[in-house]
């Protein structure tokens, strides 16, 4: 019943957002539980999340600036670091989702991949993400970890889509 609640929201969020960006990329059953009913309530920040890990709970907000194809994976940018073109429409970026306007250091202080693991704590395998896509709000609620190496991962319990903005035609969407 849960799947299915998913799926129907899912293909809402998908008819009720203004531009056509094609079919979206399809989804495993195994990644449908982690699309959450409800807005998980108050977030933290990207950078924030970063600097407290590690955390056995948190709710992370941000945009989607990539997704790992093949699986539940994406990277989320901090939401206080605009996308290309976001502050300046002149900017014409076909791909704003890259913060390629941005330096290394900042995209690499405000990102953070999130990953749907199953039971066994194994990635979960997908072609896509279902409606999510690229420049997505999305608030993540789930363990933020850091490894020996100071790699910093938010694993997901479940996410909720907040607002995909209205992009212009001439943006070069990722086929996946």
Same mark, same amino acid.
């Given at each position: 019943m849960k799947i299915a609640r998913s799926l129907l929201l899912a293909l809402s969020v998908l008819a009720a957002c203004g531009k056509?960006?094609?079919?979206?990329?399809?989804?495993?059953?195994?990644?449908?539980?982690?699309?959450?009913?409800?807005?998980?309530?108050?977030? @933290?920040? @990207?950078?924030?999340?970063?600097?407290?890990?590690?955390?056995?709970?948190?709710?992370?907000?941000?945009?989607?600036?990539? @997704? @790992?194809?093949? =699986?539940?994976?994406?990277?989320?940018?901090?939401?206080?670091?605009?996308?290309?073109? !976001?502050?300046?429409?002149?900017?014409?970026?076909?791909?704003?989702?890259?913060?390629?306007? !941005?330096?290394?250091?900042?995209?690499?202080?405000? =990102?953070?991949?999130?990953?749907?693991? %199953?039971?066994?704590?194994? &990635?979960?395998?997908?072609?896509?993400?279902?409606?999510?896509?690229?420049? %997505? &709000?999305?608030?993540?609620?789930?363990?933020?970890?850091?490894? !020996?190496?100071?790699?910093?991962?938010?694993?997901?319990?479940?996410?909720?889509?907040?607002?995909?903005?209205?992009?212009?035609?001439?943006?070069?969407?990722? =086929?996946?």
């Open positions: 056509d960006t094609g079919p979206a990329p399809a989804m495993s059953a195994a990644l449908a539980p982690f699309f959450l009913d409800v807005d998980p309530g108050e977030a @933290v920040g @990207v950078a924030q999340a970063r600097s407290a890990a590690p955390a056995r709970e948190a709710v992370v907000a941000g945009r989607i600036s990539a @997704v @790992v194809s093949g =699986s539940g994976a994406f990277v989320l940018m901090d939401a206080s670091l605009p996308y290309c073109g !976001e502050k300046n429409p002149d900017d014409k970026c076909p791909t704003p989702w890259d913060y390629c306007c !941005e330096t290394p250091e900042a995209r690499k202080l405000n =990102s953070i991949t999130v990953e749907a693991r %199953d039971g066994s704590g194994r &990635l979960v395998a997908s072609p896509g993400l279902g409606n999510l896509r690229e420049c %997505d &709000l999305v608030a993540v609620r789930g363990e933020v970890v850091k490894d !020996e190496h100071g790699n910093v991962t938010l694993l997901a319990k479940g996410w909720f889509l907040r607002q995909q903005p209205d992009l212009p035609d001439y943006v070069n969407w990722p =086929s996946r």
